[in-house]
């Protein structure tokens, strides 16, 4: 199974905040990966796709780049609401496979 | 507006066997590959399962492989999980999620989730 890894785990940010987050896969996935925000008590909502295309819906704060086996998910201007544990996941071949999560705390 | 409704979970004892059920709304069911994404409490996501659109291509999570069975039924618009051989290590909520495509690709809307309890 491929295997993804983000950094960092966890970490501390304020509001206004340029906030990088990456997720290294442990073989060439093309571009087919996605990432997703989930809050606490909630399911999962999907952000970006196909690695750097944005969602219908979701604020243009958000980014994504890569592709092959290095990937960032970018918030580029940090806002209250965004607070929350962010996954990467790979579509590329069975088992699918999620990232171990990023949790993005308040400062 | 789209909706994923998740039932058939519980509590259930080790080894014994669960079916869930997912009934699906708001888009062309048949369209759409599905899958099961499962979260264990207090840590991250984990795919289960997946369905393509025409029950051609079928994947699970080499952790539930052997063990569990997914199945849809496009005239019901109804995604399955049958779970056999439980074991603690699957307690989780289980989350059912339409794919953006009809083979493989991210994960557009997800239900509330259902939950299983495996403990004796």
């Known amino acids: 199974a491929i295997r993804m890894t983000q950094s960092p785990s966890s970490f501390s940010a304020s509001t206004g905040d340029r906030v990088i987050i990456t997720c290294r896969a442990s073989?060439?996935?093309?571009?087919?990966l996605a990432w997703y925000q989930q809050k606490p008590g909630k399911a999962p909502k999907l952000l970006i796709h196909?690695?750097?295309t944005l969602q219908s819906g979701v604020p243009s704060r958000f980014s994504g780049s890569g592709s092959g086996t290095d990937f960032t998910l970018t918030i580029s201007c940090l806002q209250s609401e965004d607070f929350a544990t962010y996954y990467c996941?790979?579509?590329?071949?069975?088992?699918?496979?999620f990232g171990q999560g990023t949790k993005v705390e308040i400062k | 507006e789209v909706q994923l409704v998740e039932s058939g979970g519980g509590l259930v004892q080790p080894g014994r066997s669960l079916r869930l059920s997912c009934a699906a709304s708001?888009?062309?069911?048949?369209?759409?590959?599905m899958h099961w994404v499962r979260q264990a409490p207090e840590k991250g996501l984990e795919w289960v399962s997946g369905?393509?659109?025409?029950?051609?291509?079928?994947g699970y999570a080499d952790s539930v492989k052997g063990r569990f069975t997914i199945s849809r039924d496009n005239a019901k618009n109804s995604l399955y999980l049958q779970m056999d051989s439980l074991t603690a290590e699957d307690t989780a909520l289980y989350y059912c999620?339409?794919?953006?495509?009809?083979?493989?690709?991210?994960?557009?809307?997800w239900g509330q989730g259902t939950v299983v309890t495996v403990s004796s």
């Open positions: 369905i393509s659109w025409n029950s051609g291509s079928i």
């Open positions: 996941q790979q579509y590329y071949s069975y088992p699918w496979t």
């Open positions: 999620a339409k794919d953006t495509q009809g083979t493989s690709g991210a994960f557009d809307f």
């Open positions: 708001g888009f062309t069911f048949n369209d759409y590959a």
């Open positions: 073989q060439g996935i093309s571009s087919y």
């Open positions: 196909a690695a750097s």
